[in-house]
DNA sequence: GTGGTCTAGACCACG
DNA sequence: GTGGTCTAGACCACT
């Protein structure tokens, strides 16, 4: 369910982190769910039970988890709130990068034609 | 011309990167036009002569300046090659970013509002 | 009447004690009165004997029950010893709260406001 | 500067992360100023740099400090923001258990009291 | 068995 | 030298 890139320059528990993330907010895993324990996971991808707890506590800061010591680590209740904070912040990046296309000459044709729906009408 | 902000967590050598960068790609420093030296912009900024060595080194690789031995350091004259390129690599983030909102329920009305120009009506 | 929240980091039988101590305390478990049977109140809690079996060990080492055995546990007698030895707690707290606030440069206006009744002109 | 009491329950981490709120809230320690590195506090702690290293995490979480990698941690600029929001806690805290202290009976003199000024008239 | 904390030691990127 | 990440192994509190 979830995959390590040790390509990816990112570190491991962020990457553990916004795979929990997005799961929980597009729904897959459903709040109240049980998350897989520290070690379980650890040794599913083969890496240091340190660093899923770093991940699993970041994830608690963030509201999207909760840990009950002794039982597990369970998705929280209120997942809605942090998907429109989540999304406020994409927003915001796109604003962003298109303020900067912008900038470098976009046309506003290029701008839509970067939003526009990938494969819409695919059969 | 460049400001290094110490808060910022990114490297200083990639603030430097990035700003030159910008300022080439937008036309504010026309192709041929030289760039201070590298222990003349260290001494300005207060940094380590090594560090804005490893910025130009960079930016030479991105192809945004070419290092003349003994004469300094110029802004390359295919800046417009470079500017499509960023715009695509702009575009691909964007595209990523509008999926991912997607997928969290974002409206084609939320995206468009995104990438709406600023005070496009401002006086 | 007791309730337990698991999204609550604090150990559950912290949750138990507390609440059943609040409930003497204020006097809505009178004195003498029995206590549900610890098997009883973990069916009722749906959880595990042995943590009600340690909330009530640490309400009786409070004073605040007594273990009559082969009977029951009951609130204590001695119930208004407990509430005064509760308010000086809280008293330090908020003793020790207060002298944080003043430090920060908190006036005696806010630290009054803090501890006015809310909706004490309520209908 | 900061001392670790271990029979305090607290874990050592959290009681570096107050101490050094406290000492940045108050002003002791100024805007921008060095804290030291993490390898010499330490050392004088004579504890392990990784729950140093945790602290320092949680300060910059926190927008008390910044981390400068391979310069040093630093004293956030924006102190006085973080300032009202402590105070803001701290009335919410004493809010609660004067609420808590009425429900037990506590009369207005006695939480008057409590937030006096302790050696307000100290020769 | 579960999460939370800590120690010890190592490696890397940055300046 | 500095912060950031990771591994390995240990102990504790809670269920």
Request: glycine share 10%.
């Amino acid at each position: 369910m979830i995959r390590i890139d040790y390509r990816d320059g990112r570190p491991i528990y962020e990457q553990v982190v916004d795979q929990v993330e997005s799961l929980a907010l597009r729904g897959a895993l459903p709040s109240g769910s049980q998350l897989p324990s520290v070690r379980q996971l650890a040794v599913e991808l083969s890496i240091n039970p340190n660093t899923i707890q770093r991940a699993y506590a970041e994830l608690e800061r963030r509201g999207v988890i909760y840990a009950a010591k002794g039982r597990g680590n369970f998705i929280s209740d209120d997942i809605s709130v942090l998907r429109t904070r989540r999304l406020d912040e994409i927003g915001a990046q796109i604003g962003a990068l298109a303020a900067q296309a912008r900038a470098l000459g976009a046309t506003d044709a290029q701008l839509q034609g970067w939003i526009a729906q990938k494969g819409e009408d695919g059969t």
